[in-house]
């Protein structure tokens, strides 16, 4: 202030007057708390990759104290080389995911039969499936399992499978019906309805 009581008139830029935009500071302030989240993320990624690289590193017998984060990287390279040398990623990703879709089916379908065959030997229960029924959808289970596999041979993708699921006989197949009925039945079938 002056001596006579009236304020000193500081001059002011022009950004001094421009209000600081709210984009601005948002990025202003999540930049770095971003960046944090980042290095935290790349930090637990390569502690996880150390303990895993130690644990394999001590089994074979050697012995690890510290690692810096460049030693954990190029251990892992080493380590993922080595097992490609030893053929152990050597399956390519679309055979082993029939394999599993194959193996999965196939659990699926015998939970299915195990499933039908204990609903059979309770006639009057709820849960119990009418025969003929039964007897489609395991013919129709049968005959997928079948394609699949003659699909993963087809392609080279598989070995040969020596076990094939085949469903267990109905009680009420044994016996009454004779090998032309049961053609005229395979015959008569219609499509089984799926929601895809």
């Not at 006579?4 to 601005?24: F, M």
């Not at 380590?79 to 194959?102: G, I, N």
């Not at 709820?126 to 007897?135: C, I």
Request: glycine fraction near 4%.
């Amino acid at each position: 202030m002056r001596p006579d009581g009236s304020a000193y008139l500081v001059p002011t830029s022009e950004y001094d007057e421009q209000p600081i935009s709210r984009t601005y500071q948002y990025r202003k302030v999540m930049k770095p708390m971003l960046e944090r989240k980042r290095r935290a993320r790349i930090n637990k990624c390569l502690d996880e990759l150390k303990d895993l690289i130690v644990s394999s590193l001590q089994a074979e017998g050697e012995n690890v104290s510290k690692l810096e984060k460049a030693d954990i990287l190029e251990l892992t390279v080493r380590h993922l080389h080595k097992l490609r040398r030893q053929h152990s990623l050597s399956l390519t990703p679309e055979a082993a995911y029939a394999d599993r879709f194959r193996a999965g089916f196939t659990h699926c379908a015998a939970e299915v039969s195990q499933y039908l065959a204990a609903a059979a030997s309770t006639p009057n229960s709820p849960l119990s499936v009418d025969p003929s029924t039964r007897n489609k959808l395991l013919q129709h289970l049968g005959s997928c399992i079948r394609q699949i596999d003659n699909s993963l041979q087809a392609e080279g993708t598989s070995q040969c499978y020596n076990n094939v699921y085949t469903p267990p006989a109905s009680p009420h197949l044994q016996g009454p019906m004779s090998p032309t009925a049961t053609l005229v039945t395979a015959e008569k079938t219609s499509p089984v309805w799926r929601p895809w």
